[in-house]
């Protein structure tokens, strides 16, 4: 069992729709992710979260819109989303940002369909 | 090309036999983390290796980082049908390890282990 969860595990939702993926910890984790997995690839980092601010965007499109309302929570808002955009999102969290001694861990993802 | 090179892409195995996975990097290693995943879920952290010459083990599954090499190994014995998966190794290979939450990952090797 991960100790990262999210929800929903599976979402299909249309180009116009608005819609938003939730992760949750309770390991008192002050560093949060975003990744996305195209299939056959590895995760792609998407946004990084210190201490409840963004840290780290990595040209995002706006499409894309996270939102962390407190240190446990971690959200990923979608709107008007493009068919490629398809994908398994993964959220992750470590102890902190200081680097190699803070292992993220992952909760299990949101397959994500856009149709 | 990538930045982190997993080789072999593939494997397949009978049961029992041992296996190895490497995973060089373009730049110099500050750490490395290894992580498996199975198809559609997250991924399960194995192990972090933070120095060069560093050797970890858990349970059959043992991990070396050589730092010189820029690359690190990861070794299966007596293989399990529990061990299939996807295995991707991770690394925070910015400049001095700083990239603050930034992990690069491989490209993943698929494990198969037939019973």
């Known amino acids: 069992d991960t100790e990262v969860t999210q929800t929903p595990k599976h979402l299909v939702m249309g180009m116009t729709n608005k819609k938003s993926l939730k992760c949750e910890q309770h390991m008192g984790h002050r560093a949060m992710y975003w990744y996305k997995q195209k299939a056959k690839k590895p995760p792609e980092l998407m946004f990084v979260y210190s201490y409840e601010k963004l840290s780290i965007n990595e040209s995002v499109p706006s499409r894309f819109s996270p939102e962390c309302p407190n240190s446990s929570l971690l959200n990923l808002h979608l709107h008007a989303l493009q068919p490629e955009d398809s994908a398994l999102y993964l959220c992750?969290?470590?102890?902190?940002?200081?680097?190699?001694?803070?292992?993220?861990?992952f909760g299990n993802g949101t397959r994500l369909t856009v149709t | 090309s990538q930045e982190l090179e997993q080789s072999p892409q593939s494997l397949i195995v009978q049961e029992g036999k041992n296996l190895t996975i490497n995973c060089t990097s373009s730049k110099t290693l500050y750490g490395l983390y290894w992580y498996k995943q199975k198809y559609g879920e997250g991924l399960i952290f194995l192990m972090m290796l933070q120095k060069g010459g560093e050797e970890k083990s858990h349970e059959k599954i043992t991990a070396k980082l050589d730092e010189k090499k820029q690359q690190s190994s990861l070794h299966i014995t007596a293989s399990q049908p529990s061990h299939a998966g996807i295995y991707l190794c991770?690394?925070?290979?910015?400049?001095?390890?700083?990239?603050?939450?930034?992990?690069?990952f491989g490209q993943g090797t698929i494990l198969t282990v037939h019973p």
């Open positions: 991770g690394a925070d290979i910015g400049a001095g390890g700083t990239s603050y939450g930034k992990l690069t």
């Open positions: 992750a969290s470590s102890q902190d940002l200081s680097g190699v001694s803070s292992p993220l861990h």
